[in-house]
C-alpha cells in the first residue's frame, strides 16, 4: 500500500512538474491548501540533502471530493483567459471491500494473483465549468470538474 502512495503521489508531482496538469500556480495552490507539503529529507545513495515533496490528506482520507482554485490557463486545456475556475477532482483510499459482483470476482482475481491494483477514488458525477475568456465570450467546459466521487473496482 505504502508503494501505490509512493507512486501516486510521484505521479502527481511529475504531471505538475512537466506542467501537464498545471504550472507554478497548482503548485501554490496545493501549497496553500495544505495537499502538499516540503519536507527536507537525505538521499539515501549520496547522502545528499534533497527537499522532498509530500501529498497530505488525499492519499490517507478516505475517497473524497477536492478543489483547487486554479487560473483557467493553468488547466492546460488552451484558453486564454485571466478568470479564476474551481476545479474539483477526486483523491483518497478506497476500502477493498466488494460491494458489487465485479468487486467480488475480482477480489478473488487478486486473491489468486490474477488480477493486479485495487478499488480506485473516481468521479461518479461531473459538472460543467463556464468562464468568460480574453475575447469576452463565454466558454462552457462540459463534464470538465469532478461533482461527486466513489470506489470502483
Do not use: K, N
Not at 497530505?56 to 486554479?70: A, G, I, M, V
Amino acid at each position: 500500500m505504502a508503494t501505490g502512495r509512493v507512486l501516486l503521489g510521484s505521479l502527481l508531482l511529475l504531471i505538475l512538474h512537466l506542467d501537464l496538469g498545471g504550472s507554478r500556480g497548482a503548485w501554490e495552490a496545493l501549497v496553500a491548501e495544505r495537499e502538499l507539503s516540503f519536507e527536507p529529507a537525505v538521499d539515501r545513495e549520496t547522502q545528499r540533502p534533497q527537499l522532498v515533496a509530500r501529498l497530505r490528506r488525499s492519499l490517507t482520507s478516505p475517497c473524497q471530493l477536492w478543489s483547487l482554485s486554479l487560473p483557467v490557463a493553468e488547466l492546460g486545456l488552451g484558453y486564454t483567459s485571466e478568470e479564476t475556475v474551481i476545479f474539483r477532482y477526486c483523491a483518497g483510499s478506497c476500502p477493498r471491500g466488494a460491494r458489487t459482483q465485479h468487486g467480488l470476482a475480482l477480489a478473488r482475481l487478486r486473491g489468486q494473483g490474477r488480477a493486479h491494483g485495487g478499488p480506485c477514488c473516481q468521479p461518479t458525477r461531473y459538472a460543467d465549468v463556464t468562464f468568460l475568456d480574453d475575447r469576452h465570450r463565454w466558454q462552457r467546459l462540459p463534464q470538465l470538474s469532478a461533482a461527486a466521487c466513489g470506489c470502483d473496482g
